[in-house]
C-alpha cells in the first residue's frame, strides 16, 4: 500500500527560487503545487520514482533558468512542451 504524504505547506512559501526534489519512493502520484511558484528560476526533480508529472506543468514556472531532470520514469508528457521554455531556459 502507498501512503500520500501531505506536503502542501511547501506551496505556502511563495517566494521560493530554488527547489530540488530527491525523494526516491517517499512522493507518490501527483502534487500540482510543486510547478506553482511564479518567482522559481531553479528546478531538479531527481530519483522521484513514483511522482506523476507533466511537462506540461513546466510551463506555470515563468521564470526557470535551470532545470534538472534525472529518474523521473513516471514523467508524461510531449518534449515538444519544451519549446515554450527555450527562450528562458540558460
Same mark, same amino acid.
Given at each position: 500500500?502507498?501512503?500520500t504524504?501531505?506536503?502542501?505547506?511547501?506551496?505556502?512559501?511563495?517566494?521560493?527560487?530554488?527547489?530540488?526534489?530527491?525523494?526516491?519512493?517517499?512522493?507518490? +502520484?501527483?502534487?500540482?503545487?510543486?510547478?506553482?511558484f511564479?518567482?522559481?528560476?531553479?528546478?531538479?526533480i531527481?530519483?522521484?520514482?513514483?511522482?506523476?508529472?507533466?511537462? &506540461? &506543468?513546466l510551463a506555470?514556472?515563468?521564470?526557470?533558468?535551470?532545470?534538472?531532470?534525472?529518474?523521473?520514469?513516471?514523467?508524461? +508528457?510531449n518534449?515538444?512542451?519544451?519549446?515554450?521554455?527555450?527562450?528562458?531556459l540558460?
Open positions: 500500500n502507498w501512503i504524504h501531505d506536503i502542501e505547506i511547501i506551496s505556502n512559501f511563495r517566494m521560493l527560487r530554488s527547489l530540488n526534489i530527491e525523494t526516491e519512493h517517499f512522493l507518490n +502520484g501527483r502534487y500540482p503545487f510543486l510547478f506553482n511564479p518567482l522559481l528560476n531553479k528546478l531538479s531527481t530519483k522521484s520514482w513514483d511522482l506523476k508529472w507533466d511537462l &506540461e &506543468e506555470r514556472l515563468p521564470v526557470l533558468k535551470e532545470l534538472q531532470l534525472e529518474w523521473n520514469p513516471q514523467l508524461i +508528457g518534449i515538444n512542451s519544451l519549446r515554450a521554455l527555450k527562450d528562458i540558460e
